[in-house]
């Protein structure tokens, strides 16, 4: 802590801070104080986030807290650090990294509270250290959406902005989002440990995560009596429900280098990211990724090529490479397992699979012969689906929210109406009406409405709330928060938000720097 900050007041906003972090010792971070924020304002805030850490339902009036949150004053029981870690970045590695631009502050209630675009530390590298207002906007918005959606996540409590300039592709305007997590430690932190050969620092981390966030492989291990390989096999399926959540939903992460990948299997650092417009399986959303390296259909193949990377940064202490291959095994069948079931909910067909399919099935139904060929008609159902979708490029959201009204009523025109092949819709239509069991529509549709959202974060309605909050107008960032943290209700006032993207959306491009 430098001594301008030592001589304002310590803020004491009654939470209860934890350090654990911290206490690994300073061959895992920099103890640093951010830098602060000139001139700060309340840009936006999310009160299902400050419910997670015990804030009361006033924290946002609060000054002493805007200027915590900008960087601006201590507060009571923090050890503000930047943590090292190293990485691949587009498949290749990229050395030592670090958090460059972000302050973790401390532990509260189980959540870790991060300052990003706090300053400058000693891993920004030729950044600035700074967040600007798009960005974080986008980071606030993300987080809460994909957590309403039932995605893992980090989570975002608010954003505070300021008239400080920050130079990018032009000048822009600073920011900062404070952001939680249960814990940011990435595959890139065991990997910059692992490729120094510090393997007691390794093993101290290693043991550190699998104390507080895996006991379970402690106390009863998957793969024999080896602790770290049946990590790492949680660690891979974690990973592998969060990227079939991804999929289902239409999720285009942007930049999943090493790095940015999250050791608890959460969605982490928002940047160049998107939701599907129209169905593209090879959609770039990331204007800088030249060659598709993170496209859409290829996230499960990214996903398991970073745990291949975590897997070696971990032989170490694993010992044995094929429980090390045994425990990546496992990302397949746990994402092919994971991705059918929530298809099938958006489909609104779980109900009729057997038992043993691991996907869902009533507590009452009982496997036949005729069985294999059940879950076999619903795989191809899927895959055609998507294929139907792909071939006249149909709106993700809007297919999959009509769909569940259309089964409700009965009513499949609007659905048709999306689709420039009639009768190929026609003959998928049939298909799945025979798998629909007509007893149960009601239900069903139901449970479609709950998982096939009417709101999602497009990236023209981010563009246009930022557009408004650039000029002090901040109603379009807290009128997409409303609607994205209930997202399937219906909010006949945002009906706008649910609609068809305009023609200009597809040519906003998004970059790394967003």
């Not at 990590?231 to 999929?247: I, K, N, P």
């Not at 609007?414 to 009768?423: E, G, N, Q, Y």
Request: hydrophobic letters at 40%.
């Amino acid at each position: 802590m430098n001594v301008a900050q030592e001589c304002y007041q310590i803020v004491d906003a009654g939470l209860t801070w934890r350090n654990r972090f911290h206490a690994l010792g300073p061959r895992f971070y920099t103890p640093l104080a951010p830098q602060p924020l000139p001139a700060p304002y309340w840009v936006a805030h999310s009160q299902a986030s400050a419910a997670l850490i015990g804030l009361n339902a006033h924290w946002a009036e609060s000054d002493a807290l805007l200027q915590v949150l900008s960087g601006n004053q201590p507060m009571s029981g923090t050890q503000p650090l930047a943590s090292v870690y190293s990485g691949h970045q587009f498949g290749h590695w990229a050395g030592q990294l670090g958090d460059g631009r972000a302050i973790l502050l401390g532990e509260t209630q189980g959540w870790e509270i991060q300052l990003k675009g706090s300053g400058l530390t000693p891993y920004s590298r030729m950044g600035d250290g700074r967040a600007v207002l798009r960005s974080s906007i986008r980071e606030f918005l993300c987080s809460e959406a994909m957590a309403a959606l039932g995605i893992p996540t980090t989570r975002a409590l608010c954003i505070t902005g300021s008239d400080a300039p920050v130079m990018r592709e032009t000048v822009e305007t600073a920011a900062v989002v404070t952001r939680l997590a249960p814990s940011f430690i990435r595959f890139g932190h065991f990997e910059h440990f692992a490729s120094r050969s510090q393997t007691t620092e390794l093993q101290t981390l290693a043991d550190f995560v699998i104390d507080h966030f895996y006991p379970a492989c402690r106390r009863q291990p998957a793969l024999g009596d080896n602790v770290y390989a049946s990590w790492l096999q949680a660690v891979v399926e974690r990973t592998a429900v969060m990227v079939a959540h991804w999929q289902a939903v239409g999720f285009c992460h942007g930049v999943m280098n090493t790095d940015n990948m999250s050791i608890l299997g959460l969605t982490i650092d928002y940047g160049p990211f998107a939701f599907l417009d129209a169905f593209d399986p090879g959609f770039i959303c990331n204007h800088t990724d030249r060659s598709g390296r993170y496209a859409f259909d290829a996230q499960p193949q990214i996903a398991h090529w970073n745990l291949y990377a975590l897997a070696h940064a971990l032989l170490p202490l694993i010992q044995q490479p094929t429980l090390a291959e045994q425990a990546l095994a496992a990302f397949e069948p746990t994402y092919k397992r994971t991705y059918q079931r929530l298809m099938l909910a958006k489909l609104g067909l779980g109900s009729v699979l057997p038992p043993e399919s691991g996907i869902k099935a009533h507590a009452d139904s009982h496997p036949t012969e005729s069985d294999d060929g059940v879950v076999q008609s619903m795989s191809a159902l899927i895959r055609d689906t998507l294929a139907l979708l792909a071939q006249d490029r149909v709106d993700y959201t809007i297919f999959w929210r009509r769909l569940s009204h259309a089964r409700a009523s009965g009513h499949y025109e609007p659905v048709r109406d999306l689709f420039i092949s009639r009768p190929a819709f026609d003959g998928w239509l049939r298909r799945y009406q025979a798998l629909v069991d007509p007893s149960d529509n009601g239900i069903q549709a139901h449970g479609m409405r709950q998982v096939n959202p009417k709101y999602v974060l497009r990236n023209y309605l981010a563009e246009q709330a930022i557009e408004a909050a650039r000029q002090k107008d901040f109603s379009g960032v807290a009128n997409l928060l409303t609607v994205l943290q209930q997202p399937c209700d219906d909010h006949p006032a945002f009906e706008a938000l649910a609609g068809f993207p305009p023609d200009w959306a597809s040519k906003i491009e998004i970059s790394c720097s967003s």
